[in-house]
């Protein structure tokens, strides 16, 4: 569940930061660099969250 909603945050962070960048209007070179800076940080996030997740269940096949 917990993952679900991370998915769902990074998602939301995402779809905010590519509508600030495609309403261009009179937007700075530094809140252009943030955005996609935020864009690549929420990207790798995302993968980190899958990936961890699915080690912990691989873990619990070997519980006993």
Do not use: H, K, W
Request: charged share 10%; hydrophobic share 55%.
């Amino acid at each position: 569940m917990i993952q679900a909603i991370g998915l769902m945050v990074g998602a939301y962070i995402i779809t905010r930061m590519l509508n600030l960048l495609i309403d261009r209007e009179n937007l700075s070179i530094v809140t252009t660099i943030f955005a996609a800076i935020t864009i690549l940080v929420s990207i790798y996030c995302i993968y980190v969250l899958l990936t961890s997740g699915f080690e912990a269940s691989e873990l619990l096949r070997y519980l006993p």
